[in-house]
């Protein structure tokens, strides 16, 4: 069960990056004056990324909790 810990913690550190990643990108976005349809276009190209990074990241902690308990 010790293998299901270490795959649940790769996977929320994996989740982690994600969300960084759309973090810094959104806030890069506001930074670049864009016009508000253009702002918009680009957060909601944002969004998927974040929302997968997300599920990574839960599905990693539930892993990590698993494996916790199970072990």
Do not use: C, T
Request: hydrophobic share 60%.
């Amino acid at each position: 069960m010790e293998s299901v810990v270490w795959i649940g913690a790769g996977l929320s550190f994996l989740g982690l990056i994600g969300i960084v990643y759309s973090i810094v990108a959104v806030s890069r976005a506001k930074r670049a004056n864009l016009s508000d349809e253009d702002l918009r276009a680009r957060i909601s190209a944002i969004l998927p990324i974040n929302l997968a990074a997300l599920l990574v990241s839960v599905i990693g902690l539930m892993a990590v909790v698993i494996g916790i308990m199970l072990g």
